[in-house]
Structures are given as C-alpha cells and as structure tokens.
T-cell receptor, first 114, second 114 residues
Framework: GQQLNQSPQSMFIQEGEDVSMNCTSS?????WLWYKQDPGEGPVLLIA?????ELTSNGRLTAQFGITRKDSFLNISASIPSDVGIYFC??????????????FGTGTLLAVQP | KAGVTQTPRYLIKTRGQQVTLSCSPI?????VSWYQQTPGQGLQFLFE???????NKGNFPGRFSGRQFSNSRSEMNVSTLELGDSALYLC?????????????FGNGTRLTVT
C-alpha cells in the first residue's frame, strides 16, 4: 500500500527536549494533517494545514506545510511524558478535488523519559 | 459532542467467516471513511462514503465492502475472512468532502482472524 516517507522512525528523548519530525512525498497534496495515536486508540487530529507555506501552532506543537506541497514537518517544544505515542502525517487531496482519502506516513514513535 | 463510535471494539473470527463492523459518525458529519491499520502496511484507505454513496475506494479486494445509511451511520463487511485480514479497522468522519473538513477517527475495531 501507499505510504509517505516519515522520519525519524523513532525518537527517545528526555523530558523538556524539543522534537522535530518530517514527512515527504513524491506527489503534491492540497492538505497536510498530523495525528497522534496512543496504544489501543484511534489517531487524534493535532494540526491541519491547508496552504503551502502555512505555519500553524497548537499549544506546544507547530507544523508547517512545505512550499513545494510535497512535505511537512511537526515540532514539539518542551516535551512532557504524555507526548509519548506514535505520530502520523497524512496527505489529502492528492488527486485534486474533494476527497477524504488520506495517504498516511509510516509513523514516528516518540518515547519521553521523565 | 460525542466522537466517532465504532462497535464492536474487539472481534475474533475464523477463516472463511464474514464480519460486519459498525461506525456512528460525529453528529452532523456526513462523510465516513474506513481505514485498515496493520504493523506491516500501516494505515491504508479502504473506502469513503458520502450521502449514502461510495465516493472513493482503496486497493482492496472485493471481499471488502461497505455502505452508508441515511443517518450517515456506516457499516463495513468483510466476507470469506483470511488470516491477513487481522487488523485494526478505523472509521473516520468529517463534516463533508471539502478539504477544510479534517477527518476525526474512532478508536477502531480490533479484528483477529484465526
């Protein structure tokens, strides 16, 4: 199946550190989304980006929609233990027009040591 | 506002059987999409429904089918189950099919095929 390249695959950090992860695609998207998934639960939407170059924040999280529309990154500042989980990027609107088909990244596992 | 509700949460079936999974979207949301999540393939798009019509379909065999009812609730069916169908099946809803309507996921149904 189709998946976007997401890196790093995993990160093990100390509480208080900043985190950065990114997602790249060979195709352009009209929307980039970032989700977090905890064990046994579904993905929870963190940030949605709709315009190339857009920089959006949600608390300690900041995400950007790449200028080329082929990439996006997510930053988490001052990490805390509850940031632990798997983070997924997702591209939407690959074929243009209205669609709710998301292409997901391979995921980044984040572990935070208190 | 209640989130996306999926039932059942867990299901164990035998090869060759069929299964029906249910999804109730967020109140007011008219679009429902289904995704399969496995360790090997990650999150893969199954299909998307809007106004009781399938709008988009992923690359899955015909054993996977779905439908949407007039109240926007959706069901997906898998016939002649195979071991490889073991996965977390996630339902997501959005207000409509426009790109400004991000998807919100339920907690999924964990299907185990023995």
């Amino acid at each position: 199946g189709q998946q976007l390249n997401q890196s790093p695959q995993s990160m093990f950090i100390q509480e208080g550190e900043d985190v950065s992860m990114n997602c790249t695609s060979s195709s352009i998207f009209n929307t980039w989304l970032w989700y977090k998934q905890d064990p046994g639960e579904g993905p929870v939407l963190l940030i949605a980006l709709y315009k190339a170059g857009e920089l959006t924040s949600n608390g300690r999280l900041t995400a950007q929609f790449g200028i080329t529309r082929k990439d996006s990154f997510l930053n988490i500042s001052a990490s805390i233990p509850s940031d632990v989980g798997i983070y997924f990027c997702a591209g939407q609107g690959h074929y243009g027009g209205a669609t709710n088909k998301l292409i997901f990244g391979t995921g980044t596992l984040l572990a935070v040591q208190p | 506002k209640a989130g996306v509700t999926q039932t059942p949460r867990y299901l164990i079936k035998t090869r060759g059987q069929q299964v029906t999974l249910s999804c109730s979207p967020i109140s007011g949301h008219r679009s429902v999409s289904w995704y399969q999540q496995t360790p090997g393939q990650g999150l893969q798009f199954l299909f998307e429904y809007f106004s009781e019509t399938q709008r988009n379909k992923g690359n899955f065999p015909g054993r996977f089918s779905g439908r949407q009812f007039s109240n926007s609730r959706s069901e997906m069916n898998v016939s002649t189950l195979e071991l490889g169908d073991s996965a977390l099946y996630l339902c997501a809803s959005s207000l409509d099919r426009n790109l400004g309507s991000p998807l919100h996921f339920g907690n999924g149904t964990r299907l185990t095929v023995t």
